[in-house]
């Protein structure tokens, strides 16, 4: 079997790596347009990100009205100052939603049309994107360095997850001081997240030798540091540790897939605007649990790294035993269901057939080692809706 992997041309990560931000910027182009949001100004960012690119000779404009979800109202107002002050270049700073709407920008800037054209390969990538160099702020998506896109149709409220590996930034800076930022609820939603993606890129029917590697090492890292870096924002150790394993999650998922999590998690978010990873960690342990007579062995080797203790016992017995680890994370990180989210029932019934159907159609649930059925999937939202993530024995 031949396998395919890609990432950035050019990764740095370490402490203080932002500081080359202006460097490798001069390589690329010569006028930038800085993609994040208002927060990223208020903890200064993006003066600093503009000083550095002027100390290099580079030109800046910045467009700063990413929120929580990255929308298509949103790639095309960046869109338009790109063009309107003749970029070419693109430097992404914040969460994944900057990284992921940065990267549409990057794609429509040159090749046309609108972003949600390009889903399943409708529309061709004929031409190669604006540079862009990926600086995240919090250790979840891995979007600086996936193939992979997530933008909402504000139209129908459908999270579009769009892959090519023209999406690939040319550039990622991950430097784990700017992640000293992120408040306890936020570093727990994108550590959750990051864990998704390990986890589920470990399981999938795309897994291969070198993401599962990087799967395994990412689990491995966030496992040891999560609570830590929740209950101590300061630890830079940890940040560190958690930032790598952020990015090698993301390579991971990029180069595998995502499954049955991703694809019922981005309905949630489209529709009742929940952050990513509380949508994505409100449904992992009982997608787990659906899906683990079909990864006994798998499973069982998460168990084993999250604790050395299960090595001594059977594979079922540490399957079983990781998921009940997980559920015991989600509460030491108040991670709330979907009810305690506040996600009205009545509306939430109204509109579970189409989040069922969206999830199928995004294509993530096929790649899941037990594949649902549409029923299954309503059946799962319903059991997520309440669920107890305390472990009854």
């Known amino acids: 079997m031949i396998n395919e992997f890609r990432i950035p041309s050019v990764v740095l990560y370490g402490r203080d790596s932002f500081s080359q931000v202006g460097v490798h910027a001069a390589n690329l182009g010569s006028k930038a347009l800085i993609v994040s949001d208002r927060i990223m100004e208020k903890l200064d960012y993006i003066r600093r990100c503009e000083q550095l690119l002027d100390q290099a000779g580079v030109a800046s404009v910045s467009y700063l009205g990413v929120n929580s979800e990255p929308t298509d109202q949103h790639v095309a107002t960046a869109l338009e100052l790109f063009q309107k002050e003749n970029c070419d270049l693109l430097i992404a700073i914040g969460g994944g939603s900057c990284l992921d709407a940065a990267k549409a920008v990057s794609i429509v800037a040159v090749n ?23 600086v995240p702020t919090t250790a979840g998506t891995g979007s600086e360095v996936t193939s992979v896109t997530v933008i909402t149709n504000t139209t129908n409220d ?33 550590g959750i ?16 030798p070198l993401t599962d590697t990087l799967a395994l090492s990412a689990i491995r890292l966030i496992s040891q540091n999560i609570r830590t870096v ?49 949508s994505n960690a409100m449904l992992l342990p009982a997608v787990l649990e659906f899906s683990k007579e079909a990864c006994i062995e798998r499973l069982a080797c998460i168990g084993r790294v999250f604790s050395e203790d299960l090595k001594s016992v059977s594979d079922v017995e540490a399957a079983d035993a990781v998921v009940s680890m997980i559920k015991q994370l989600c509460l030491d990180l108040d991670i709330p269901n979907m009810k305690q989210q506040g996600i009205d029932r009545t509306e939430f019934e109204r509109v579970v057939d189409k989040m069922a159907a969206d999830a199928l159609e995004s294509g993530s649930p096929g790649m899941n080692p037990r594949i649902p059925t549409h029923a299954e999937i309503v059946e799962l939202y319903h059991y997520c809706y309440d669920y107890n993530f305390v472990n009854i024995r």
């Open 112 to 134: 046309g049309g609108y972003i949600g054209d390009y889903i399943g390969g409708k529309k061709e990538i004929a031409h190669q994107p604006i540079p862009l160099i990926a």
């Open 158 to 190: 459908v999270k579009m997850m769009i892959k090519h590996p023209a999406f690939i930034p040319a550039v990622a800076i991950v430097d784990p001081i700017l992640t000293l930022s992120s408040p306890p609820h936020v570093t727990a939603a994108t």
């Open 193 to 208: 997240d990051a864990l998704c993606h390990a986890i589920e890129a470990y399981l999938s029917r795309r897994a291969q």
């Open 230 to 278: 929740y209950e101590n924002g300061d630890h830079i150790v940890a940040r560190e540790n958690m930032a790598l394993a952020a990015m090698q999650a993301g390579m991971a998922f990029s180069n595998a897939s995502v499954c049955l999590v991703h694809g019922m998690s981005r309905p949630i978010g489209a529709i009742f605007h929940v952050p990513h990873g509380i």
